[in-house]
């Protein structure tokens, strides 16, 4: 940038010093002029003096002898020339105003003035681009910090478990066929479970509740959901695609309810938390649900607002984590609303209060 401030006062000097020598040279050659022709009009006068007053006044100057005066006449001071002698038309000429010189030094002083207003411009203008520059150079960096905040690298390896689980057919509700926890907008409900309750650790077990793997639930009750899911093995609770499967059903069924059969063969209804109509009104706006014969009540409308989604997300998980606070239930929803923003400071201080954090 410096480089173009010096091309720039490089080019407006050489413009100023060509402008000063044309100046002089013009100056000079109206002043030579000026000379010439008071010096002719001077002889004249004289040889018009040598005639006698008498015929001098039946003298009549023709038009050659007149147009050359009335150009002349056009600076001051040339009928006085006119009448005096040579002497006198010299010192006419010293009177005029605005010699050569006078008219050259303003002629320059009025163009370094311009350069000056010039050079004051571009200084305001360098000012007003070097604050706008700090201003966009601060919002970057403000931006790239933050979006160069991420999820804990666990993350994306559950994502990639979430994926090969939610294959599974058999993961929506019974007999509603609710599937809120692999849903394309909801599915991260899996990984936030995953990390505040193991922190993405499938053999993760707590001593005090015996739980084992990823999901928040005690391997018999993950046994009970493993069959429905019609795995092809034994149910592991440390195999992390089976329990991310067991989890999503755990969470759909607590969601949408399930019919189960009764050791009498009776179907038995259990209700989910979109069996309430106050519940519905939370998630969805409205309190109306759909009512069917064997089948547990659901919302008539979807869950889709972020807002909704995070609340029923959070209710699951103190449905499923027992002697969950509401503390924690209000971190789920944080989380799962920022789910595309781990930069966001609520984020960041609720992933500081992981084990092994920082």
């Excluded at 020339?81 to 050259?104: F, K, N, Q, V």
């Excluded at 350069?115 to 520059?133: F, P």
């Excluded at 759909?290 to 008539?300: L, Q």
Aim: hydrophobic share 35%; aromatic share 6%.
């Amino acid at each position: 940038m410096s480089q173009s401030f010096e091309s720039f006062n490089d080019e407006d000097d050489e413009w100023l010093s060509e402008l000063e020598t044309r100046a002089i040279d013009l100056e000079k050659e109206l002043f030579d002029w000026r000379e010439s022709r008071a010096r002719e009009l001077a002889e004249s006068a004289y040889r018009r003096e040598s005639v006698p007053r008498q015929a001098r006044s039946a003298f009549r100057p023709s038009e050659d002898d007149v147009r050359p005066k009335q150009a002349a006449g056009r600076t001051s001071g040339v009928r006085d020339i006119a009448r005096s002698d040579d002497g006198h038309a010299r010192a006419a000429i010293g009177a005029l105003p605005h010699p050569a010189e006078e008219r050259t030094r303003a002629l320059i002083d009025h163009g370094r003035r311009s350069v000056d207003r010039a050079r004051k411009s571009r200084g305001r203008k360098i000012t007003i681009v070097t604050a706008t520059a700090v201003a966009m150079v601060t919002v970057l960096v403000l931006v790239v910090f933050r979006n160069g905040a991420s999820w804990p690298p666990s993350v994306a390896t559950v994502q990639s478990e979430i994926t090969a689980a939610c294959q599974n057919p058999n993961v929506a509700s019974e007999p509603g066929q609710v599937n809120f926890a692999c849903g394309k907008t909801t599915s991260q409900i899996l990984w936030i479970f995953a990390l505040m309750t193991s922190t993405d650790n499938p053999s993760y077990t707590d001593p005090t509740t015996g739980r084992e793997g990823l999901e928040p639930i005690t391997p018999t009750q993950g046994g009970e959901v493993a069959w429905s899911l019609d795995l092809h093995h034994p149910y592991n609770p440390y195999n992390p695609v089976d329990s991310i499967a067991v989890a999503a059903r755990a969470i759909n069924n607590i969601i949408g309810g399930a019919t189960l059969t009764n050791a009498k063969g009776a179907p038995t209804v259990q209700p989910g938390l979109e069996s309430s109509p106050a519940n519905c009104e939370q998630y969805t706006g409205s309190s109306a649900v759909i009512a069917r014969a064997g089948f547990p009540d659901v919302c008539a409308r979807p869950v889709t607002s972020t807002s909704g989604q995070a609340a029923l997300a959070a209710e699951v998980y103190q449905e499923w984590v027992v002697g969950a606070t509401a503390s924690a239930a209000r971190n789920i929803s944080v989380l799962f609303e920022n789910a595309n923003d781990p930069g966001n400071p609520q984020v960041q201080a609720i992933l500081q209060t992981l084990p092994g954090a920082g």
